[in-house]
């Protein structure tokens, strides 16, 4: 009976297992898909409203009452990051109107107890991410060029992908998202002509980077 050689059943094996890399490959495919569309659209939560503990409201507080959102969101224009109020903010009013309400018993326990809010966060980018509110706000980026109408959601949502491509495409052509920077947080803002843009980017002279170490550092 012939015996196989050795070196010819290590070939054998190596061309197996050459076969089954290749099938691995092709069924690992879409998974290799799935994950970009994944990606791409579940894990940006795109319009996704978001449940809070309490049910606060930008329409009626921004829409209805027409606060505006610096009343609430005091460090956008000073500071990288916008902020979400202390319960103090919300009591300058609310120990006055619907003072005694049920929905609103856990701030009034917040400031009671001098314990913040625990919000759920809507937006945030990876760590590895710098961004910055007041290089925007004060350079004519209105809110709703990366919010959306903020004043029309009862719960807040992501509008925007905040992806890379996202950035990248308003820093090299900006002008059709500038306007007068005391009008950032006018929502639904229509300028007075065609030509704001230009001409506050002009004035400002303004011209956002795109080196990569803009938004890594
Ligand atoms: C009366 C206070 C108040 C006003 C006025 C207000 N906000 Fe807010 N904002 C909050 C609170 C509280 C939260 C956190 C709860 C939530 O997300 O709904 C928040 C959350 C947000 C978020 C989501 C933050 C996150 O977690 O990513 C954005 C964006 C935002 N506000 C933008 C605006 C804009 C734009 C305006 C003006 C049109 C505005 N806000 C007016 C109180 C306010
Ligand atoms: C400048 C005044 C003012 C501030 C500040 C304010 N509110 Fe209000 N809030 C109101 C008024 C007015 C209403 C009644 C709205 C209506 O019925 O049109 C209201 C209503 C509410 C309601 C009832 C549900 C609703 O939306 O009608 C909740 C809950 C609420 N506010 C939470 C908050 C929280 C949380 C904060 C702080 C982040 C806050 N408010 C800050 C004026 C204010
Ligand atoms: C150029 C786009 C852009 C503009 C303009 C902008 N935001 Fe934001 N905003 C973002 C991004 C991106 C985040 C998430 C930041 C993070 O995760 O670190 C964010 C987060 C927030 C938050 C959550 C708290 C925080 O600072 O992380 C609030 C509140 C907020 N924005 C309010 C506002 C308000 C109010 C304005 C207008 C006065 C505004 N934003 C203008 C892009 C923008
Ligand atoms: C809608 C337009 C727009 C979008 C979207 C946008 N930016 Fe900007 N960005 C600007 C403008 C305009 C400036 C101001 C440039 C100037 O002062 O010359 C700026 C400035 C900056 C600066 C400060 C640069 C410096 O050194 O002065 C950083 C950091 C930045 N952007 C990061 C981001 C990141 C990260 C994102 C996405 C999450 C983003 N931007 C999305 C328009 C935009
Ligand atoms: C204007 C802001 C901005 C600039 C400029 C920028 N990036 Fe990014 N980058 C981002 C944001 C925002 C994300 C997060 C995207 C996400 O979560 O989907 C990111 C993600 C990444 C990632 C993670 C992989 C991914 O795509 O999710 C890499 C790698 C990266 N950037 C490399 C670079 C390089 C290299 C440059 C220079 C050529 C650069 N970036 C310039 C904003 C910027």
């Not at 460090?75 to 049920?102: D, F, R, Y």
């Not at 609103?104 to 009671?112: G, I, K, M």
Request: aromatic share 8%.
């Amino acid at each position: 009976m012939a015996r196989t050689p050795p070196d010819q059943v290590f070939s054998l094996r190596v061309e197996m297992a050459v076969k089954l890399g290749v099938l691995a490959l092709f069924m690992l495919f879409p998974l290799i898909v799935g994950y970009a569309v994944w990606r791409e659209s579940a894990y940006q939560k795109v319009g996704e409203p978001v449940a809070q503990p309490i049910p606060f409201s930008h329409k009626h507080h921004a829409a209805d009452d027409g606060i505006d959102c610096r009343y609430c969101h005091t460090t956008v224009e000073k500071a990288a990051s916008a902020g979400i109020p202390p319960s103090k903010t919300c009591m300058n009013c609310h120990s006055q109107i619907w003072s005694n309400s049920p929905y609103l018993e856990p701030v009034r326990a917040s400031y009671r107890d001098d314990e913040p809010l625990r919000w759920t966060r809507v937006h945030d980018l990876p760590d590895y991410v710098y961004f910055n509110h007041s290089a925007h706000v004060t350079r004519g980026v209105g809110c709703e060029s990366c919010h959306g109408r903020i004043d029309q959601m009862v719960k807040v949502w992501q509008a925007k992908p905040l992806t890379m491509a996202w950035c990248v495409d308003c820093h090299r052509n900006p002008t059709p998202n500038l306007r007068e920077p005391a009008n950032v947080t006018v929502m639904g803002y229509q300028p007075r002509d065609g030509g704001e843009g230009q001409r506050v980017k002009d004035r400002l002279k303004i011209n956002p980077p795109t080196d990569c170490t803009t938004c890594h550092r």
